[in-house]
């Protein structure tokens, strides 16, 4: 028969592959569930399945279509392609200007509708969205 | 123009003197005599002056406003306050990777004169091995970035720094986190060199704590710091947002946390060796990745200067040849000495370090897999997504629970073989804690019993370890304050969550908003113009529900040079809460955009934080004393 101490050690390797497996388990599920896709505007145009799910659209903050009041902010994300109508609740950051890349994370209503949970703009004035970037030919 | 051609000579100086002392070095490695040659020492201080006289000729240069010179050029401008022209120097790419070799030779020469106990063969390994790295950063800064560029015709002006990097607590910063991550090379090099001597004992474990100690304390502090910034600076009202720049800097952190522990079973024990050397090997590979990530634009963000990937194809380079040399090194000459050491009964001190690593690793793997497949995903399929914080939470803060406990039990654990003593007193603080938890979350929140887990675990650690500093039963009083620390961090982390109530809108002047028994009262706004900007501030009169009144200023200030526009948060800080108010213009319209939040706790964050790394320093200056 095995000494005591083999015993021991095959259990603590056991121990370890099954929790190594276990956590990777865990990692992956959870990346499934939390991942938030990144689409461009054209890109919400041409799909077949609405998503229920939560996703970012970039791109550009459409020239004179802020509109704002007590209760919302409404604007146009264009990759001048294709446009969405953004309605959104809540605190804008500092950057988010007519005319500036900005990406909205929120809901789909239909194809030309995002009711937006939460407006990032990147900290950097020159930011453009790659989407953007590609659909205007800049390097 | 002077303070340029010295800086860029004095940086082809300070390589000349890398080769030359790597010459001297393998000379005297082979030499009998039992001490490190002299010259060595002299070598390794005039490298070090030679770096520091670039560095404070590039300083020199951001003071004067020298355009001629290109960084400056793009990162300063003449109305700037002098306080940001110095800080200036290193909140771009080229002069913060200069700050890196004036660390990276800082260390090594410190590391020289204060290693004069340890062996001879493994002192000079370790030169050479750092010497590697330094001679690695200088090419990298010559041949891809360097500070000294001449720009002529000389431009009238520059362009500025950005502004939200115009910050007292993001001058100091950079300047510590690279402390930490660069203190990080000297363990590398250290273990390598120890490695290819077998000299990883309880001798090498004692001498290299300190290192690992130091570098700790500035990591956790140089985050902290980033972390308090980014909670004013940036308006969103919190304090940590998992953004890969973040993420980037907490993988180090969590490396060398677990070192700390493995090292301290190797100092008593001698046990673990190969632990601690890849631990190691480790913490500096995730600095420099790091290090590639942040400034190749690889990531988007504040920290990304510019985008040139000569710059990125140079790191990752650089990067694959340190990771397989340490590999090579650690494979060809590691063994496993004394098999003895590495006998311990299950319920020992050793299993429950070696419990802390398991978790670290664990986090660490969740940072890295969500910091990292993004990345990965874009290259192979073109599909971009984001993992947001949801993700992090969902992985991390269950295991939290056991986390916490092992972190009570373990320090009372003695060496090899143990029994649980105490047991009553545990068990007390246990049923304390779960009904003290249940009391307080039963009127707040929804899911009780996840939360109640969670909370009555850090409650457990908090009156275990608080028990130890108040009787002063503790035989060691830096684990005792480091782990009190850390139950105070994530008491004051989930209460915070928890509790902070938020409430935003659009307003006009003079309007009144009302929510939930909260008044704000937007009373007029007042135009300010500064020397390099101009700035719109807001006066608020906000009622809460218990009649009490506060009144906040934020700011919309429009800096001139770059034009942005930057919003600055006003904050009442008391001992229990945080009032914050942050306004937004969003342009043409009269409406402003507010955001009105109430924090419980947040002072208590910083505070613990505080006090973790406190402790790092009590451990540090402990043994010195006693020695």
């Given at each position: 028969m095995y000494g005591k101490k083999v015993k021991l050690r095959f259990l603590f390797l056991v121990l370890i592959?099954?929790?190594?497996?276990?956590?990777?388990?865990?990692?992956?599920?959870?990346?499934?569930?939390?991942?938030?896709?990144?689409?461009?505007?054209?890109?919400?145009?041409?799909?077949?399945?609405?998503?229920?799910?939560k996703i970012r659209v970039g791109g550009m903050v459409k020239k004179e279509s802020i509109s704002i009041n007590s209760e919302e902010i409404s604007f146009v994300i264009t990759d001048f392609k294709n446009e969405i109508n953004v309605t959104f609740s809540g605190a804008v950051p500092n950057l988010f200007a007519e005319g500036k890349g900005v990406v909205a994370e929120g809901f789909l209503k239909d194809r030309n509708y995002l009711t937006a949970t939460k407006i990032l703009a990147k900290h950097d004035e020159n930011y453009m969205p790659p989407e953007v970037k590609e659909a205007l030919g800049v390097k | 123009m002077l303070a340029n051609q010295i800086g860029y000579y004095s940086l082809i100086l300070g390589l000349m003197f890398s080769i030359y002392l790597c010459r001297v070095a393998i000379r005297d490695f082979n030499n009998d005599d039992k001490n490190v040659n002299s010259k060595i020492i002299t070598l390794s201080f005039l490298q070090l002056t030679f770096v520091i006289v670039s560095f404070l000729s590039l300083i020199m240069s951001f003071i004067n406003s020298d355009f001629s010179n290109e960084t400056v050029f793009n990162n300063s401008h003449t109305t700037k306050p002098l306080f940001y022209k110095i800080s200036g120097t290193w909140g771009n790419h080229e002069g913060s990777l200069l700050l890196w070799l004036v660390v990276l030779t800082l260390f090594i020469f410190l590391f020289l004169i204060k290693s004069k106990e340890e062996p001879k063969k493994y002192r000079i390994l370790t030169l050479l091995?750092?010497?590697?790295?330094?001679?690695?950063?200088?090419?990298?800064?010559?041949?891809?970035?360097?500070?000294?560029?001449?720009?002529?015709?000389?431009?009238?002006?520059?362009?500025?720094?950005?502004?939200?990097?115009?910050?007292?607590?993001?001058?100091?910063?950079?300047?510590?986190?690279?402390?930490?991550?660069?203190?990080?090379?000297?363990?590398?090099?250290?273990?390598?060199?120890?490695?290819?001597?077998?000299?990883?004992?309880?001798?090498?474990?004692?001498?290299?704590?300190?290192?690992?100690?130091?570098?700790?304390?500035?990591?956790?502090?140089?985050?902290?710091?980033?972390?308090?910034?980014?909670?004013?600076?940036?308006?969103?009202?919190?304090?940590?947002?998992?953004?890969?720049?973040?993420?980037?800097?907490?993988?180090?952190?969590?490396?060398?946390?677990?070192?700390?522990?493995?090292?301290?079973?190797?100092?008593?024990?001698?046990?673990?060796?190969?632990?601690?050397?890849?631990?190691?090997?480790?913490?500096?590979?995730?600095?420099?990745?790091?290090?590639?990530?942040?400034?190749?634009?690889?990531?988007?963000?504040?920290?990304?200067?510019?985008?040139?990937?000569?710059?990125?194809?140079?790191?990752?380079?650089?990067?694959?040849?340190?990771?397989?040399?340490?590999?090579?090194?650690?494979?060809?000459?590691?063994?496993?000495?004394?098999?003895?050491?590495n006998n311990f009964f299950w319920l020992s001190k050793e299993s429950s370090i070696l419990v802390n690593n398991w978790f670290m690793m664990y986090f660490l793997s969740v940072v890295l897999i969500g910091t990292v497949y993004p990345i990965f995903l874009d290259v192979i399929s073109a599909e971009k997504i984001s993992v947001g914080p949801p993700f992090y939470n969902k992985l991390i803060v269950p295991f939290l629970s056991p986390f916490l406990l092992f972190m009570a039990f373990g320090p009372k654990l003695k060496w090899i073989k143990s029994k649980i003593e105490n047991k009553r007193s545990l068990t007390i603080f246990l049923i304390i804690s779960v009904m003290l938890t249940y009391f307080v979350l039963e009127n707040?929140?929804?899911?009780?019993?996840?939360?109640?887990?969670?909370?009555?675990?850090?409650?457990?650690?908090?009156?275990?370890?608080?028990?130890?500093?108040?009787?002063?039963?503790?035989?060691?009083?830096?684990?005792?304050?480091?782990?009190?620390?850390?139950?105070?961090?994530?008491?004051?982390?989930?209460?915070?969550?928890?509790?902070?109530?938020?409430?935003?809108?659009?307003?006009?002047?003079?309007?009144?908003?009302?929510?939930?028994?909260?008044?704000?009262?937007?009373?007029?706004?007042?135009?300010?113009?500064?020397?390099?900007?101009?700035?719109?501030?807001?006066?608020?009169?906000?009622?809460?529900?218990k009649g009490k009144v506060v009144r906040l200023n934020p700011e919309i200030r429009t800096y001139n040079q770059p034009i942005t526009i930057t919003s600055e948060a006003d904050i009442k800080t008391t001992l229990l809460e945080d009032k914050f108010l942050v306004m937004n213009i969003v342009k043409g319209n009269e409406y402003f955009n507010i955001r009105y939040q109430v924090k419980p706790f947040m002072l208590w964050i910083w505070i613990s934080v505080s006090i973790l790394s406190l402790s790092g320093l009590i451990s540090l200056f402990k043994k010195k004393h006693e020695k």
């Open positions: 592959i099954f929790s190594v497996i276990l956590s990777v388990f865990l990692i992956l599920q959870s990346l499934k569930n939390n991942v938030v896709y990144f689409q461009s505007p054209s890109e919400i145009k041409s799909l077949i399945e609405l998503d229920k799910k | 091995f750092q010497q590697l790295i330094i001679i690695g950063f200088f090419l990298f800064v010559l041949m891809t970035s360097n500070p000294f560029n001449y720009l002529f015709p000389i431009p009238p002006e520059g362009l500025g720094l950005n502004p939200i990097l115009q910050d007292p607590a993001l001058a100091i910063h950079p300047p510590l986190l690279y402390l930490g991550y660069v203190g990080s090379s000297i363990i590398f090099s250290a273990s390598l060199a120890a490695v290819a001597q077998n000299y990883v004992t309880k001798e090498w474990g004692q001498h290299i704590k300190k290192w690992v100690l130091v570098s700790w304390v500035f990591l956790t502090i140089g985050i902290m710091l980033g972390s308090i910034w980014a909670y004013y600076e940036l308006g969103w009202g919190g304090f940590w947002f998992w953004d890969p720049v973040e993420n980037v800097s907490l993988m180090p952190w969590l490396t060398l946390t677990a070192l700390l522990h493995c090292i301290l079973v190797l100092e008593k024990r001698g046990a673990l060796t190969s632990w601690v050397v890849i631990l190691s090997i480790t913490t500096f590979t995730l600095s420099m990745c790091g290090t590639f990530l942040v400034r190749s634009g690889i990531l988007n963000s504040v920290h990304t200067f510019a985008n040139d990937p000569a710059r990125g194809i140079f790191i990752l380079i650089f990067l694959f040849v340190l990771i397989f040399l340490s590999l090579g090194i650690f494979f060809l000459f590691h063994n496993e000495n004394d098999k003895d050491s707040i929140t929804t899911d009780i019993l996840f939360y109640t887990i969670l909370i009555s675990a850090a409650f457990f650690l908090f009156f275990t370890t608080s028990k130890e500093l108040f009787f002063k039963k503790f035989n060691n009083i830096a684990q005792a304050v480091a782990h009190f620390g850390f139950s105070l961090f994530i008491l004051s982390i989930l209460f915070n969550s928890i509790l902070s109530s938020e409430i935003t809108t659009n307003i006009k002047v003079g309007e009144r908003y009302n929510y939930n028994d909260v008044e704000i009262l937007f009373e007029k706004i007042e135009e300010k113009k500064e020397s390099n900007f101009n700035s719109i501030i807001g006066y608020f009169k906000i009622t809460n529900d």
